[in-house]
């Protein structure tokens, strides 16, 4: 069974950085994604990679800020996030992609003051 704890969140002003962390114990041949979910809001897609790393997908929000990656070897996900805006403020979850219902993590709360 893939267990998936996030980590990395924070307080952050805008225009600031944070790097987001994702262990799975395994997950080798997952491709794998980062999500997110606002207060009062649907949970949306942010990011994903393919499980060789070789290809990434954004969301349009994401696009030039945002950069997924992983370590295979670690076991870990990665989601570096530059120049952070308040309406980046969410939780943010990593799963498989497309994401399993049974996956979903505790998430890392993400503010961002203005």
């Known amino acids: 069974q893939v267990q998936l704890v996030e980590s990395g969140g924070g307080l952050v002003q805008a225009g600031g950085s944070l790097r987001l962390s994702c262990a799975a114990r395994t997950f080798r041949n997952y491709a794998m994604g980062w999500f997110r979910q606002a207060p009062g809001k649907e949970r949306e897609f942010v990011a994903a990679?393919?499980?060789?790393?070789?290809?990434?997908y954004y969301a349009d929000s994401a696009k030039g800020r945002f950069t997924i990656s992983r370590d295979s070897a670690k076991n870990m996900v990665y989601l570096q996030m530059n120049s952070l805006k308040p309406e980046d403020t969410a939780v943010y979850y990593c799963?498989?992609?497309?994401?399993?219902?049974?996956?979903w993590g505790r998430g890392t709360q993400v503010t961002v003051s203005s």
């Open positions: 799963n498989t992609n497309p994401p399993s219902p049974g996956y």
């Open positions: 990679i393919t499980w060789s790393g070789g290809n990434t």
